[in-house]
């Protein structure tokens, strides 16, 4: 079965600076989707950055970028120049390739706190 | 437009009762996922539907968990003879297409409490 496996409970950073979040996961499957999405207090997830796990090309979005490593099975969020309003839940996601499913197994999260 | 909503907000019963949580996603969404969201844990999928079918009903935690959606777009996920450890928020989450390519849109939730 997949995982998906967060190490970082909680987690800092001052505003402007860059802070890293770790991911990795399980699976057996070679054609994959893998997001992070973020929840701030308000409970309302939002879908941050998606990576599909054929394409070799590092997602980015802004100042919000990964580094996806297939073969350790990584997949890592960098938040540049962090803003108050990044402070949230961050979880990290995994979903199967086509098919007729398409929930996501998510991680436990990281809580991420922006310090002014 | 509209995103998915979510009633009530929050919800707070009696040990013993039975509760109807509501979800209405967006127009168009012909998938639509149930999760639960435990305190410190992550997101554990409960139930989705392709339409009004729900073709796999494993991730549902007992057989007091039940859910329904009619017409292809309203959802109600109804919990009998609730427990303490049902205590949890609920999210539901819509999208174009039961695949993990089609993004999934989140409601607020349901914040259910059990006393």
């Known amino acids: 079965a997949q995982t998906v496996t967060q190490s970082q409970p909680e987690m800092s950073v001052q505003e402007a600076e860059t802070v890293t979040l770790s991911c990795t996961y399980d699976?057996?499957?070679?054609?994959?989707?893998l997001f992070w999405y973020k929840q701030p207090p308000s409970r309302q997830m939002i879908l941050v950055i998606r990576?599909?796990?054929?394409?070799?090309q590092n997602a980015t979005e802004n100042r919000f970028s990964v580094n996806f490593q297939k073969a350790a099975k990584s997949f890592s969020l960098k938040i540049s120049d962090s803003q108050l309003g990044d402070a949230a839940m961050y979880f990290c996601?995994?979903?199967?390739?086509?098919?007729?499913?398409?929930?996501?197994?998510f991680g436990k999260g990281t809580k991420l706190s922006v310090k002014p | 437009g509209a995103g998915v909503s979510q009633s009530p907000s929050n919800k707070v019963t009696e040990k013993g009762k039975d509760v109807e949580l509501r979800c209405d996603p967006i127009?168009?969404?012909?998938?639509l996922y149930w999760y639960r969201q435990s305190l410190g844990q992550g997101l554990e999928f409960l139930i989705y539907?392709?339409?009004?079918?729900?073709?796999?009903k494993s991730g549902l935690p007992s057989d007091r968990f039940s859910a329904e959606r009619t017409g292809g777009s309203v959802s109600t996920l109804t919990i009998q003879r609730t427990q303490q450890e049902d205590s949890a928020v609920y999210l539901c989450?819509?999208?174009?297409?039961?695949?993990?390519?089609?993004?999934?849109?989140f409601g607020p939730g349901t914040r259910l409490t059990v006393l």
């Open positions: 989450a819509s999208s174009l297409g039961a695949s993990s390519y089609n993004e999934q849109f």
């Open positions: 699976t057996s499957e070679s054609d994959y989707y």
């Open positions: 990576q599909e796990a054929y394409k070799q």
């Open positions: 996601a995994y979903g199967a390739p086509g098919g007729s499913q398409g929930n996501l197994i």
């Open positions: 127009s168009g969404h012909t998938a």
């Open positions: 539907f392709q339409g009004n079918s729900a073709p796999d």
